[in-house]
């Protein structure tokens, strides 16, 4: 599934996550962006009962924020200091996905980065060049 552009973003139901690509040659990492949805409980953040807010930014550190809207409705402060620069609370759809697809073109861009040192250093070390089989280990 491609996630280049909003119209690429499903609406999604409540609670629902959506993943964002992980590293180059990694998998549960937990810093892959996420996107979700969130019903905050109703003595929150002052949004009103039921309503919903969109919690954006790395997997980790997003789904405790998640956490804490669901259950208790704001966020402590050491979770906010915890989440400075890695997560953003959004009440809007639109301003959370123009987020999500912003942390989602950085992550596909260091892939593709990467991706090229890889096949770099591959074609290196099948011509015997041990610092490239030495820097394959880094992938």
């Given amino acids: 599934m491609k996630l280049e552009t909003a119209s690429d973003i499903p609406k999604l139901k409540y609670s629902q996550i959506l993943k ?11 810093v892959a962006p996420i996107l979700t949805r969130v019903r905050v409980n109703e003595r929150g953040i002052g949004l009103g009962p039921k309503s919903t807010v969109y919690v954006v930014g790395t997997e980790y550190p997003a789904r405790d924020v998640r956490k804490y809207l669901r259950s208790v409705g704001t966020i402590p402060a050491s979770v ?6 890695k997560v953003k609370v959004y009440k809007t759809r639109k301003a959370a996905v123009n987020a999500f697809l912003r942390l989602q073109g950085q992550m596909v861009k260091s892939i593709r980065e990467d991706r090229g040192e890889y096949d770099k250093a591959r074609k290196e070390a099948a011509k015997g060049d041990l610092e490239a089989v030495l820097r394959l280990g880094d992938f």
Avoid: L, V
């Avoid at 964002?20 to 937990?30: D, I, L, S, V, W």
């Avoid at 906010?80 to 620069?85: R, T, V, Y």
């Fill in 20 to 30: 964002g690509a992980e590293p180059f040659g990694c998998f549960n990492t937990g």
């Fill in 80 to 85: 906010k200091k915890e989440m400075k620069g």
